[in-house]
């Protein structure tokens, strides 16, 4: 290898947008390095929002995002753009049409955070049932009031999308002693059979669970998914766990029901608007609330790191990226 100092890489440049990679700037700009991309690092104002977008696009060859909204106005800036990758599993955040009518590849970190997503499910499932934010705060206060909860062994666990994370949680339920009911557009037999969960259509399951856990994408046909008629037919002892997408939840109607007292109570980390304002669910104690930490543990984030950057650079290599979304996009130098 010559002395003369390296030039850089012209036409490979990739942008991070996600704030939670920040930490890592000197390892990502050496792992581009290595595969022949160069780190841009550009001054980002958070929340960032689409006219910010816009200028940040502009000559990046290959973009990992968080939840920032990469839109058809900010695809038309970037120029030069051949891929997008996210630094997780959802994409709704990210207009793929457009990305797929412009050939610009779209990747997800499939497989990467399910663990620590089932893991924090369970931690807001043991948090409703046993009052443990409540006696938390008792305590805190200096007040010693015991709590009577309730068990999760015995208890109907519900879990609406059997995808990785709803199978990390459905195996978590089944360690719990806990009968698992499952209900998705697609069946994997193979896998309840194995572990003895039964798949049920959407009003059996929102009946009979004592826990509902929600880990379904965003989508058209789950918007609203739990809406006013399904929050009527769960049991008024029953808990509902978001860690999907706000939007799979209509918040007015949680709001009504929780002020009604149709259901025990909500877990949640994610929010029709994130970040949340005017939070409604402040006035309940039978609510307790994560700012979206589904995959938020150091060892999906290190998960997460290589996979978004692998998919980045096997694209602008001219290779297929660890999970493409749009399969539609040819990939190619």
């Known amino acids: 290898m010559s002395g003369r100092e390296q030039q850089p890489t012209m036409g490979k440049d990739v942008l991070v947008l996600t704030w939670k990679y920040f930490s890592a700037r000197e390892e990502i700009a050496r792992f581009l390095e290595e595969r022949g991309c160069r780190f841009v690092e550009k ?4 929340p960032v929002d689409e006219e910010q977008l816009c200028e940040l696009v502009r000559d990046v ?3 990992v995002v968080g939840l920032e ?3 058809a106005r900010v695809l038309a800036h970037a120029n030069r753009l051949k891929v997008i990758s996210t630094s997780g599993v959802g994409f709704d955040n990210i207009d793929v049409a457009e990305a797929t009518r412009r050939g610009i590849v779209v990747a997800n970190c499939h497989g990467a955070n399910e663990h620590s997503v089932a893991e924090l499910a369970f931690g807001l499932m043991l948090a409703l049932a046993r009052g443990i934010h409540r006696s938390d705060r008792l305590m805190r206060e200096g007040r010693w009031e015991p709590y009577f909860g309730v068990e999760l062994w015995g208890k109907t666990l519900g879990v609406i ?11 978590l339920g089944r360690g719990f002693g806990m009968r698992v009911l499952a209900h998705d557009i697609v ?4 896998f309840a059979n194995a572990h003895e969960i039964s798949y049920v259509p959407l009003e059996k399951l929102l009946r009979e669970s004592d826990f509902v856990s929600l880990h379904v994408p965003l989508t058209p046909d789950t918007r609203y998914l739990i809406d006013e008629r399904a929050l009527s ?5 029953a808990f509902l766990i978001n860690l999907a997408r706000g939007p799979v939840v209509k918040q007015s109607a949680l709001v009504e029901a929780l002020r009604r007292g149709q259901i025990a109570g909500a877990g949640l980390d994610v929010f029709e608007v994130e970040p949340i304002r005017d939070n409604p669910f402040v006035e309940f104690e039978n609510v307790v609330m994560t700012p979206h930490l589904g995959g938020s543990t150091e060892e999906a984030r290190e998960r997460t790191l290589y996979l978004a950057l692998t998919n980045v650079c096997n694209v602008l290599n001219g290779r297929p990226p660890h999970h493409q979304v749009n399969t539609d996009v040819r990939i190619g130098n």
């Open 43 to 46: 001054e980002i104002r958070y």
């Open 61 to 63: 060859d290959g973009l």
């Open 69 to 71: 909204p990469i839109t």
């Open 161 to 171: 999308g059997l995808g990785r994370a709803g199978r990390a949680v459905a195996l």
């Open 187 to 190: 069946w994997d037999t193979t």
């Open 233 to 237: 037919l769960m049991k008024p002892t």
